[in-house]
C-alpha cells in the first residue's frame, strides 16, 4: 500500500528552525512532483513549496529566502527546511505527491502540526 508519512513537526519559537519529512511508503511506483501545502485555522490549504521531477522548485512568496525544499529519490523523500519561522507560518502542513504508477496518482499525507510560539 502505498502512502506518505509526514515527520517533524512540533513547538518552535519565532526565528527557529524545523526540518520536516515526508516518505513516499510501498513500492512499484516513481515521485513525479512533491510538495508541501499548509492550512492555518479558518484558512483554505495554500502552497508552501514544491519540486518537480526534473528539481524545479517554486515556493509561496511568503516562504521565499526561509524555506527550502529539497527531494532525495533514493530514499523516496522529500524535505522542508524551515528557518526564520513566524508566527503565521502556524499550520498543519501536508505532504502531497504524484506518484507514476500505472498512471499519476495524486496522494496526500495525514499532516503534521507545525507551532511557532514565545
Known amino acids: 500500500q502505498v502512502q506518505l508519512v509526514e515527520s517533524g513537526g512540533g513547538l518552535v519559537q519565532p526565528g527557529g528552525s524545523l526540518r520536516l519529512s515526508c516518505v513516499a511508503s510501498g513500492s512499484g511506483f516513481r515521485i513525479y512532483d512533491i510538495g508541501w501545502y499548509r492550512q492555518a485555522p479558518g484558512k483554505q490549504r495554500e502552497l508552501v513549496a514544491r519540486v518537480a521531477a526534473g528539481g524545479t522548485t517554486n515556493y509561496a512568496d511568503s516562504v521565499k529566502g526561509r524555506f527550502t525544499i529539497s527531494r532525495d529519490n533514493t530514499k523516496q523523500t522529500a524535505y522542508l527546511h524551515m528557518n526564520s519561522l513566524k508566527d503565521e507560518d502556524t499550520a498543519v502542513y501536508y505532504c502531497?505527491?504524484?506518484?507514476?504508477?500505472?498512471?499519476?496518482?495524486?496522494?496526500w499525507g495525514q499532516g503534521t502540526q507545525v507551532t511557532v510560539s514565545s
Open positions: 502531497n505527491a504524484q506518484l507514476i504508477i500505472s498512471t499519476v496518482v495524486n496522494y
